[in-house]
């Protein structure tokens, strides 16, 4: 046995000026390239939200425009661009990217430096893939150039991302502790493993058929591939839902890691739940088929064969991915009945996983086609409570495991009432999107706003549609000023907080057995795992369940 | 403090080999995808009593096969090296490499070979810009196979001789990519 006190040598010094930029840049520490995706999407973010925010104003008033109409397409290909790609997808990565290889027990991420070009590859083609739609390129832009660039930097940017994910899946099956078999490894990291794995299947697809479209666009010809529109077509499953559901496995590996923590127990049953989060990975196939798997309207009138061919696709695309979220949801919530303590990660679990499945049944619902859904703002509303979670869990994350990468803590009293602002916010943004969305509110993807064109979304409604419009305005701000408080208190105290402490948390996972920051290589020595739980067995206070 | 038990260093657990499976695995949905628009345009184009491939241009058939066939022999320098390797011989190890890239190389000429005599457009329609999409990523995976045996061939006889799981990481990189190219040479040349 080895006392692990050894407060080994933290991060190597970064230097000042040059050599600290020179540092963070060629960085192939998982943590600090991990900060590096959680900060640069945290900045996107609030841009992000801005965006979100201007779109919902603009469309509190159905009969006139406060902003200048040819802009209103480029701001919505930036808002979901911005919000799936550049915000929700590089920001759980980053944080599975810093937290995982310390609850496997390893001393770093397999392949930093493939981490880290993807890091970087990420970086350059988000930057370009905006500036391009802004330029006005992107799916529906008018410039050909810029939209060229666009296909080509969004394609860089999702592999970019990918690189990273191999790295992050082949720690996981390879780096693990000694003892630390499969059905030991910590919430999070399982729950990254399924995200990594089905990434690597739907993430290509998408490339893919941005490759096809980029081609086809970049030669254009008689084809039904050329033009903007093939771009919203096919590449449309990559930037709503069930895909972008994957993006938020994590947030269920994190719900189960801090009501653990909170409880102080052992959380069964360990192997459902692994199930559960597992059956969330089936909304991969929707990539799988690349168009929208639906119940067609007028379902009871078709034939016994016909409803089975529309049934068994939707069963698997979007109704197993929501009976995996509800699961996972309603078994790790079984855990709260110990009375958990005071724990503002938890509160964030608890809201991205209630946000995740309001989600995912919102998704299934919207492809039902008797319910008249499609090609309204419900999509967006689904899509909204997605992102939003992801944002929420990405807070909680940082609060949760940022002792171990700053050394510092953010005070849970301060934290708590923003989670819970953040949550309300969500809520706001999105649940009246879909109830605009029962009121018609047409919507989509990638929308063409062009008044008067046949086929672009013409924004034409009045009623209490104007309404929902308002209430999601405010769920936008209010994420704003959350998001934007957050951060300021995240800055502050892990700036000038107070020290975390190695076990802050009283946690059960590897990650606690080191110094908090960790040091560069992680751990001191490496370290023998008997349960799923290693901490929680040196803890007999804490054993009440053994 | 917490105390743990603690281990040695466990002996290292295959990580390039698991990193290039899911780099296949990654590659192997890319190609999928772009085959399954392949067929979908085709049989849409073909149920609306249309010619899906344009009959001004042809490939050359004889290049297509012969790029398959080529990746048998691939296959069996690259195991080669993997047989030689674990005997530590470093002789038939370079040998066998090296015939694999020059064999990759082969396969890459080939392809370039149909590009050159069929002389399609892209932007000639559906068909052209599917065909270079799809036949595009494979010669792009080929190539990312031939830089694969360049590396493994200078890391291993550039002195690191017990670094054998490169050398199994590229084997299966031509076994899982012959896969791969003969579901595109079936659904590309054969079925058109």
Known sequence: MTTIDTHATSAAPSGAGLASVADWVTTTDHKKIGRLYIGASALAAIGAIVVAGLLAFERTDATGTALPIESLTQLFSIYRFGLTYVVLLPLIVGIALCVVPLQVGARSVAFPRLAATGFWAWFVGSVTAIVSIAANGGPNGGNTRFVDLFMLSAAVAILGVLATVVSLATSILTTRAPGMNMRRVPWFTWSVLVMSLTLLVALPILIGDLLVVYLAHKYPSTSELSGNRAIGEWAEFGFTQPTTLLFLIPAFGFFAETVATATRRRLTPRGTIFAAVGLVGTAVYAAAVQAPVIIRAGFSGLSGSAKVSDLLPFAFVHVLPLLGAFLALALTAQGLKHKPGLNAALAFGLFAALLAVLGAAGNALYHIGDAGLMGTTFEEGTWLAVVYAGVIAGMGAVAHWGPKLWGRSVPTKAVLPLGLLAFAGAALASLPMMIAGFADQPGGVFPVIEPGVPGAVQFEYSGPSELWNFLSLAGHAIVLVSVLAYLALAIRSFAKGDAAGDDPWDGQTLEWATTSPAPEHNFAQLHVVQSPEPLLDLKPSNRSDA | ?192
């Not at chain 2, 096969?65 to 470093?90: E, G, H, T």
């Not at chain 2, 990523?137 to 054998?164: E, K, N, P, Q």
């Open chain 2, 1 to 192: 403090m917490l105390a743990l038990p603690t281990a040695p260093a466990p002996a290292p657990r295959r990580q390039l080999f698991v990193g290039t499976a899911l780099v296949l695995a990654g590659a192997t949905a890319l190609v999928g995808g772009l085959l399954a628009l392949f067929l979908r345009f085709r049989s849409a184009t073909i149920d609306a009593g249309e010619s899906w491939m344009p009959e001004d241009y042809k490939f050359s058939m004889v290049a297509a096969n012969v790029m398959l066939i080529s990746l048998l022999p691939i296959c069996i320098f690259a195991q080669w090296a993997v047989y030689s390797a674990k005997r530590d011989d470093r002789t038939h190890t370079g040998l066998a490499l090296g015939l694999t890239g020059l064999m990759g190389l082969a396969f890459v000429n080939a392809q370039a070979f149909i590009y050159a005599t069929t002389a399609m457009p892209i932007a000639l329609g559906t068909y052209s810009v599917l065909f270079y999409a799809v036949t595009g990523v494979s010669l792009a995976l080929a190539i990312v196979g031939v830089v694969f045996c360049g590396v493994t061939a200078f890391r291993y006889l550039g002195g690191r001789t017990t670094d054998r799981e490169i050398v199994s990481a590229h084997a299966m990189y031509w076994y899982a990519y012959s896969a791969v190219f003969a579901v595109v040479w079936f659904v590309v040349y054969v079925t058109k």
